[in-house]
């Protein structure tokens, strides 16, 4: 594998660490050496396989040699430039000392940091307000269990919620879940509510991306996902107005 930091002076090389290699032959549990410990304001020890160095125009690189997987090189840079904004993905993580806990957490990161923060939550009740939401159907990646906590947090946002469904998955399987299921649940779900006037596609770790410009274009309603909203959001925070189209009229109106 490889692992470099570009442009000196804006960007610092990034350290890489590796376990300790294994042995084939393992010893016998009597044998067994006993764990390494580091006390836990010690730098972590720096892995002697790494070449590391400086090229004349200031680029940092470090280098190590990995055999698995055979013929690849994987390449990893680490910009030093600061934000300007950061958004907090991740609603339950946000609401989990109430609704409540997402103003806390804007407003004290905001000062402590001295940059604009926002999160998932926040970036799409501000989307709800700025289209005009009403009616609203959901469409989510969990199962029926989750029903009741996903039509809180749009009801929270002043909307009312004509229907709801889910794939019928948990989080960690999230990655599995086909790239045309958000599109085609969607199309289901708005036929059986024509008066919805908005459909939410809740959390960033499924795909929803694809489903946004055909549902506007078939149903013509508005479309919310908690990827697109973030993205919206951080960059209006950050001064970019640019209108961004393919992606809803969120990006490409407001």
């Known amino acids: 594998a490889l692992a ?15 376990l300790p290699a294994i042995s084939q032959a393992q010893p016998a549990p009597s044998q067994a050496a006993a764990p390494r410990t580091f006390a836990a304001n010690a730098p972590l020890p720096f892995d002697s396989a790494v070449r590391t160095g400086q090229l004349p125009n200031g680029v940092t690189y470090m280098i190590r040699r990995n055999d698995q997987p055979a013929k690849r090189a994987a ?84 909307c009312e919620v004509l229907g709801i469904t889910g794939w019928g998955t948990v989080l960690p399987k999230f990655g599995s879940v086909p790239r045309d299921a958000a599109l085609e649940m969607g199309r289901t779900l708005l036929k059986k509510h024509p008066d919805a006037d908005t459909i939410f596609l809740p959390s960033m770790q499924w795909p929803t991306i694809e489903a946004i410009a055909p549902l506007e274009q078939e149903f013509g309603v508005n479309v919310i996902t908690a990827t697109q909203a973030a993205i919206w959001d951080g960059l209006r925070l950050a001064g970019v107005t640019d209108r961004i189209e393919g992606y809803g009229r969120l990006l490409s109106e407001f």
């Not at 470099?4 to 590796?18: E, Q, Y």
């Not at 000392?97 to 501000?126: D, F, M, P």
């Open 4 to 18: 470099a930091g570009l442009l000196g002076g804006t960007i610092a090389a990034t350290s890489l660490l590796s």
């Open 75 to 158: 390449l990893r840079l680490a910009v030093k430039a600061g934000v300007d904004v950061i958004v907090f993905g991740g609603v339950p993580v946000i609401f989990s000392r109430g609704e409540q806990n997402n103003e806390t957490i804007v407003t004290g990161l905001e000062s402590a940091l001295g940059v604009r923060v926002s999160t998932t939550a926040a970036a799409q009740e501000k989307a709800a307000k700025m289209l005009g939401c009403k009616k609203v159907v959901i469409v989510h990646a969990y199962d029926s269990s989750q029903h009741a906590r996903q039509q809180s947090y749009v009801e929270a946002r002043g």
